[in-house]
């Protein structure tokens, strides 16, 4: 071997080394990438696959640069240069973020505490000395209760909430029910005022009760959609109570000297904890002592394997290194003893609990714009009646007040939509009800259904969100090939069991017995991917890997364990032996078959099987070994190196007792069998949805507690980060120290990637991810399922929790649950965001086009004295009686167009539920024709008589002073025929006049709803079957007039008057015209350009 080659080889071997004395479960990835960096093995002759070179951005201050080194790579260089300038730069760093609010200062606080913690650092003995406590005797009995009252119980404290009866007169108090409030006050005074018999008051054309019957139907719309949207947005469940359920009910303790079991509430500052395998983490511990220790902190870090824990600090970040414990996650192997360090609240939990009880709670964009429009809406309506008033009292006279009152009622009622806080409320319930069935589940507001629909980013967790939550075997490297051993397909693997010159039967018999996993008791007949296996994530992926390909339970009955030693940190490697059934052609009476590190294991090997035979580890051997671990390496996988070795019969017979405290069998000179690579897989939707996502002008960035290695691969398989992003700076990893030294600006400028992974994320940074994101203008929608993904899910304009994976805490804290764990069901739910957002538009803009043809007549009424067109009761009867289904069965209509072929609209000011186009389209083209068309019927009625007298009525009679006596003087009147009027008759005609506008703006609005089903597509081509509710909907607004119409009782109740025949003749041609002009609309929106833009409501 050349000189240089040797460097080479020695350069290879150091960094396997550094593997080696790291921990962490992704450092083969990291060295393979540290690997990749180095220039020299370039120009080597050794065969080794180089990883393609890639331009990635990273930061540099505020300038950016490009490398040919990998992400990780960048990001590595990166987070030493913004560390060096933040030290730098600390106090002005400091200046910088000044936090703004309540959730700020918390996080603030957690991340200072991050900063300057040093319980893991400091010596045993500094740590004893400052907790006063003693490591093998504990604290005393006393002095432990002298604690709990200077510390308090160690027990979450409950966050202050708001008393439900004080939500409920929040809904009561809303800006759109203050206004009905005021007008069923005044319905209340002039129906007070009516009984009183004061003077000034005359209503002849209505009956005694009507004032009192609209106050009682004002207030009745009020408290139903109080008490609708009261259910809707109490919470179900408390966040708190998803954080208290993870506290262990007991543990051990040393007090005295002497173990006790005692209540975790009572454990304080100071306890010397014993902790073993099963149990739950009473306190934020640091450990003492530790044996085999691993605790499992998916739930609170994202983390997807379990982290081993020793008495060693190896990290200054007290959230990676490895001899703390926090309370609530669980020892899922091993045994340790830790001091209690910090309880209750101040636990890091405790602190989760606070920034998830701090983040503050604002309305969806939805129900901003909804308030904003009921704003202006109020504003025009009380100054519409001030205005009524003002001019009445000058016009006629102080005394006239209380005749005011009834206009004022009119126009109050007229001008405010009452029907649609209810008709958005039931289309939002009927949206997630479609939602629920497909696999997304909204749990708080019901608004969220249209904010996800204006996402513009998915920050989301990778561990059981965009991955399995299962470790997988991904490759195999045997026979000197590296093979895709996927379980789900097993390409390749499974045909080397049967061949003769292969020794993938090595590999397989060492995974099948060197292993302490075994199924559950029980599962036979479940699938082998589905069964429950007892053992780590990682002895779990291996022993189904296994099992997919022969039944283990066989090879282990041939083959049964003698001797073993366990997994350690020290060693890296477990063994065990095992007795062969008869001796074979190597003449041994057991085998010995090791796993672990796979350096530990090369190191340990002289040999190594290739197609049936053991051929010498050499330096070409050695090379191809390097390459195959430099590509498992840049794919983010855990790799394991497995061996054996046959132990001479004669040495070792049958019996032979193996001693595993004072090792008397060999562990040198094995034969390596090969490597094993494991990753938890992604899910199998994950990348078709990301790329809907794409398509759909939807970014999606990954923020995990995963190495950034692992992250960077998992992110390049699913489709996350794509060649061209790496290739033209848009793509970048960053770790969650570079995130935390970050300013607000680096952090700005960072966001603007169009691809982002964040690994090593705490879950006070991912909250700022998602405030920074926020702050960008994004509609931030944050997938997770664990304690350390709460805050952010918080905080996101969209909490999305998995339903089978996710811990009570995330759900608690989300908007909306994915039943079935699948990433895809969120394309799904956005989709329906989008459509139900169109379809709020239509239900809205048919809502308000009422409102013209309501509020005109009251003006004419007014101004030139018409006997009344329309009275509250039937503009009540519209809104909250004919109009509400109709509305509602538009958020049955299916999408126009692919609503994913569109980019989002975030927060867009140019495409809201109201805009000027819409309030256009509503008022001035569909309420001015329905106004028209029951104007023509109102003047029909009163020129022909309506059939109560032979005579009729011209509209210069009915006007003015004719109009103010024709209703209000006792005396008889004569019209231009001579037909004597008497004033019953007179009022009678009135009624029917009324009776005649109110139908055919009814059966106008039949076209009405017609014309807003769709946009832009024709009516015709789009259809009617698609939305059989509509179709209710049509009949229901023809049932509607005839019933107050035809019916005596109901006549009298609503002040109607039965209509003739030819009067249902007039809407027709109006309906025909309102459908021919939409559809011109329609085709020149189709055609694009200005029309496109601006006629669309």
């Not at 008051?201 to 959609?225: D, I, K, Q, R, S």
């Amino acid at each position: 071997m050349s000189k240089s080659n040797q460097d080479v080889d020695l350069d290879m071997r150091e960094s396997q080394h550094t593997l080696v004395s790291d921990d962490d479960e992704d450092t083969v990835a990291v060295s393979s990438a540290r690997r990749a960096s180095r220039t020299s093995i370039a120009s080597t002759s050794v065969s080794i696959q180089s990883v393609a070179a890639e331009r990635s951005t990273y930061y540099d201050g505020d300038h950016r640069r490009n490398s040919t080194a990998s992400i990780a790579t960048a990001f590595q260089e990166t987070s030493a240069r913004v560390a060096d300038r933040r030290r730098r730069g600390a106090a002005a760093s400091k200046e910088e973020h000044k936090p703004k609010n309540k959730a700020e200062v918390k996080e603030e606080e957690l991340v200072n505490r991050e900063v300057q913690m040093d319980d893991h650092i400091i010596s045993a003995e500094e740590l004893e000395g400052r907790l006063e406590t003693d490591f093998k005797k504990g604290i005393t009995v006393a002095e432990a209760e002298r604690r709990i009252e200077k510390y308090g119980f160690n027990a979450l404290t409950p966050p202050e909430q708001t008393p439900k009866w004080i939500l409920f007169m929040r809904e009561l108090t809303t800006p759109f029910a203050l206004v009905l409030w005021a007008a069923a006050l005044l319905c209340f005074v002039a129906f007070i005022v009516q009984q009183t018999g004061s003077e000034g008051y005359t209503n002849p054309l209505g009956n005694e009760y009507e004032n009192l019957v609209v106050g009682v139907a004002l207030v009745l719309v009020v408290l139903v959609t109080a008490i609708f949207s009261f259910v809707q947005t109490v919470k179900s469940g408390d966040a708190m109570a998803g954080f208290a359920a993870m506290a262990p009910q007991n543990t051990t303790v040393i007090r005295g000297g002497e173990l006790m079991t005692l209540s975790a509430k009572f454990v304080v500052p100071g306890d010397i904890v014993k902790i073993i395998s099963g149990d739950k983490i009473p306190a934020d511990v640091r450990i003492i002592e530790a044996t085999n220790m691993k605790v499992d902190n998916a739930s609170l870090t994202g983390e997807s394997e379990p982290q081993t824990r020793t008495e060693k600090t190896t990290h200054d970040n007290p959230l990676e290194t490895s001899n703390l414990a926090f309370s609530g996650t669980s020892c899922v192997e091993g045994s340790g003893i830790g001091v209690v360090i910090y309880t209750a609240d101040d636990t890091v939990i405790g602190q989760l609990a606070n920034l998830v009880s701090g983040a503050e709670e604002e309305d969806t964009p939805m129900m901003v714009e909804i308030n904003s429009f009921v704003k202006w809406i109020t504003i025009f309506a009380a100054s519409l009646a001030l205005i009524f008033l003002v001019v009445g009292l000058v016009r006629d006279g102080v005394d006239t007040w209380s005749s005011l009152i009834v206009i004022i009622i009119g126009i109050v009622v007229g001008t405010v939509p009452e029907g649609l806080p209810s008709a958005v409320a039931v289309s939002l319930a009927l949206a997630a009800s479609r939602m629920a069935a497909k696999n997304v589940l909204v749990t708080e507001q019901l608004s969220v259904v249209e904010t996800l629909g204006r996402t513009t980013i998915i920050a989301s967790d990778k561990t059981g969100t965009l991955t399995q939550n299962r470790m997988t075997v991904s490759h195999v490297w045997t026979d000197m090939d590296l093979l895709s051993a996927d379980t789900l397909q097993a390409n390749g693997v499974k045909d080397r069991m049967v061949a003769e010159d292969s020794s993938f039967n090595d590999l397989y018999k060492i995974g099948a017995l060197c292993s302490r996993s075994e199924f559950a008791a029980g599962q036979n007949e479940v699938a082998i991917l589905d069964r429950e296996v007892i053992g780590d994530a990682s002895e779990t992926a291996i022993l189904k890997f296994c099992e997919l390909l022969a039944p283990v339970s066989t090879i282990r009955t041939h083959c049964p364990k003698v001797a073993e030693i366990p997994f350690n940190s020290t060693n890296k490697f477990q063994v065990s032996i095992h007795s062969l059934p008869k001796k074979d052609k190597h003449n041994a009476a057991h085998i010995l078959v090791m796993k672990g590190a796979p350096e530990r294991i090369l190191d340990r090997a002289t040999r190594i099987g290739i197609k049936g035979k053991e051929c010498s580890l050499d330096a070409d051997v050695r090379a191809k070994y390097d390459t195959a671990y430099l590509q498992i390496g840049n794919m983010g996988e855990r790799v394991l190196g497995f061996a054996y070795l046959y132990l001479d019969a004669a040495e070792f017979p049958l019996g032979f007792n193996f001693d595993t405290e004072n090792v008397n069998f060999p562990l040198e000179d094995l034969v390596f069998g090969g490597l094993m690579s494991m990753i938890d897989p992604p899910r199998e939707s994950v990348p078709g949805a990301i790329q809907q996502c794409h398509k759909a002008g939807i970014r999606v960035a990954m923020v995990t507690g995963d190495h950034p290695v692992t992250a960077q691969a998992i992110a390049r398989t699913i489709g996350l980060l794509t060649p061209e992003g790496e290739a033209s700076g848009r793509a970048v990893v960053i770790h969650g120290e570079s995130l935390l030294k970050m300013t607000e600006a680096e952090l700005d400028v960072a966001l603007r990637h169009d691809e982002i992974v964040f690994a090593r994320t705490s879950p006070a940074q991912k909250l700022r991810i998602v405030e920074g994101l926020q702050r960008a203008n994004h509609i931030v929608a944050v997938t997770g399922d664990g304690v350390n993904d709460s805050p952010a899910l918080k905080k996101a304009n969209v909490g999305v929790a998995m339903g089978i994976a996710g811990t009570d805490v995330s759900k608690d804290a989300s908007d909306i649950i994915l039943l079935d764990d699948n990433f895809g069901s969120i394309v799904n739910g956005i989709a329906e965001g989008r459509v139900i957002f169109d379809n709020m538009k239509k239900s809205i803009a048919y809502t308000l086009s009422s409102k013209a043809p309501q509020l005109i007549p009251y003006i004419f009424s007014f101004f030139l004295w018409l006997p009344p067109p329309l009275n509250a009761l039937l503009i009540l009867s519209i809104d909250i009686g004919t109009d509400l289904l109709p509305a509602i069965s538009l958020a049955y209509e299916v999408a126009e167009s692919s609503v994913m072929d569109r980019p989002p609209r975030g927060d867009s000011s140019r495409d809201k539920l109201v805009t000027i186009a819409s309030i256009i389209y509503s008022y001035a083209f569909l309420g001015i024709l329905q106004c028209i068309a029951g104007f023509t019927s109102y003047f029909i009625l009163f020129g022909t008589g309506c059939g109560i007298q032979n005579g009729g009525w011209s509209f210069d009679s009915i006007w003015l002073s004719n109009g103010e006596d024709f209703i209000y003087s006792e005396a008889d009147m004569t019209d231009s025929e001579g037909i004597v009027w008497t004033q019953e008759n007179r009022l009678d005609l009135s009624r029917c006049g009324t009776s005649g506008y109110f139908s055919t703006v009814l059966i106008v609005r039949m076209a009405v709803l017609l014309t807003t089903k769709t946009v832009e597509r024709s009516l015709f081509k789009h259809g009617l079957k698609s939305n059989k509710v509509l179709l209710i909907g049509l009949v229901e607004i023809v049932f509607i007039p005839l019933f107050l119409v035809y019916v005596p009782g109901i006549q009298w109740v609503f002040g109607t008057y039965p209509i003739p025949w030819y009067s249902w003749l007039v809407p027709f041609p109006y309906m025909m015209l309102c459908l021919g002009l939409d559809e011109w609309r329609k085709a020149a929106i189709r055609r694009g350009g200005w029309s496109s833009r601006n006629l669309r409501f």
